[in-house]
């Protein structure tokens, strides 16, 4: 039981989509100014369609994961789960949540799951076999859960409050994965993937992800200093952001 639910978890991806449902809170209580009784559905409905997502990622890489060292150990190429199973799992997840997103956080929340998930598992995943540049559209998946978030407690999907907060999220991506680039790139290159390496050297790379990083950071400190957002808990969650984030991009540059 322990082994089964080890490999649930990896293909799942638990700690990323776990991460996934905490700014889907995020948003939700920017929206609602409070947790209540209805956090839960939407909570449990996007991450188990989060889960669905990347288990059937799972299934999608697959052959490409058996190719890097980085991912060879996964449980489909490591015939820890079987094929079948994996997608039958993730179809399985992906229905459940979808489901309750619908009772529990209505229509429009449900929508924007879909999106995300049709996002990422048809317009990323496809793209990044064919350009390096395939993050910077990819990166909507990570803006999305916030909005979600929003709706389902009630607030206007076009509201500045979380277009700015979406957008932090969306800019937060593309520097998480050119560092993953950085330290695993001869796994990509090895899959047959394309990557920025085949177009700036490392040091560039690391600069231009310094910039990157910098910028967001700056945008999780100013949106606070300026009130863009107005709920203390959201402000001053953005504001660590950007302090953490403007650590870790001091440290890049000193070590690449």
């Not at 998930?117 to 990044?128: H, S």
């Not at 040091?203 to 203390?232: C, D, S």
Request: aromatic share 14%; net charge positive.
């Amino acid at each position: 039981m322990k082994e089964k639910l080890k490999i649930l978890i990896e293909l799942t991806k638990f700690r990323i989509t776990s991460f996934v449902t905490v700014t889907t809170a995020f948003g939700f209580i920017a929206a609602s100014g409070s947790v209540n009784m209805y956090i839960i559905p939407v909570l449990a409905g996007i991450l188990l369609l989060a889960c669905g997502s990347a288990a059937l990622n799972h299934y999608q890489e697959r052959h490409l994961d058996a190719m890097m060292s980085r991912t060879s150990n996964r449980p489909i190429p490591s015939k820890r789960i079987s094929e079948r199973n994996a997608l039958f799992v993730s179809l399985l997840l992906i229905v459940s949540g979808s489901i309750i997103l619908f009772f529990g956080a209505g229509e429009l929340a449900l929508a924007l799951g879909l999106l995300n998930l049709i996002w990422y598992n048809a317009v990323y995943t496809l793209l990044k076999r064919k350009t390096p540049f395939a993050i910077i559209p990819g990166s909507l998946v990570g803006a999305i859960p916030p909005a979600v978030g929003w709706v389902a407690a009630g607030g206007y999907l076009f509201d500045p409050q979380i277009i700015i907060i979406s957008f932090f999220f969306f800019i937060w991506q593309i520097p998480h994965f050119w560092l993953l680039l950085l330290i695993f790139d001869e796994d990509y290159k090895q899959a047959g993937l394309p990557t920025l390496t085949q177009i700036f050297e490392k040091k560039q790379l690391a600069r231009i992800t310094f910039v990157w990083v910098a910028a967001t950071a700056v945008t999780g400190l100013l949106i606070p200093l300026f009130g863009l957002v107005k709920l203390v808990p959201v402000n001053l969650s953005l504001f660590f952001s950007g302090i953490f984030l403007t650590w870790n991009a001091f440290k890049l540059i000193t070590e690449t």
